[in-house]
């Protein structure tokens, strides 16, 4: 089983920043997938989620109206579009696979900084 996340790098205040989560070793479509987001010296917590049935979505407070997350079952990928980016977003961003028998990635690194 592996979740490879990439997309992560340096952007500037107000830029954008595509993520993107490719699994492997289970069967995708029936797992609820999920971001999460750690910064230094603070607890990992939930980003934006998307459901495996009808791909409805959900986002915390602090990302909602400027992060969209989507899903490809095809592909096998999950993706997290961030945009007006601030501050306050520099994290390592995860990919969670929540279902049976749940996944995490390792991360990707997202700074936002001038």
């Known amino acids: 089983v592996q979740l490879v996340e990439s997309g992560g790098g340096l952007v500037q205040p107000g830029g954008s920043l595509r993520l993107s989560c490719a699994a492997s070793?289970?069967?995708?479509?029936?797992?609820?997938m999920s971001w999460y987001r750690q910064a230094p010296g603070k607890e990992r917590g939930w980003v934006a989620g998307?459901?495996?049935?009808?791909?409805?979505?959900h986002y915390a407070t602090s990302v909602k109206g400027r992060f969209t997350i989507s899903r490809d079952n095809e592909k096998n990928m999950v993706y997290l579009q961030m945009n007006s980016l601030k501050a306050e977003d520099t994290a390592v961003y995860y990919c969670?696979?929540?279902?049976?028998?749940?996944?995490w990635g390792r991360g990707t690194q997202v700074t936002v900084s001038s």
């Open positions: 969670y696979a929540g279902g049976p028998i749940p996944y």
């Open positions: 070793g289970f069967t995708f479509r029936t797992y609820t």
């Open positions: 998307i459901n495996n049935i009808s791909s409805t979505t």
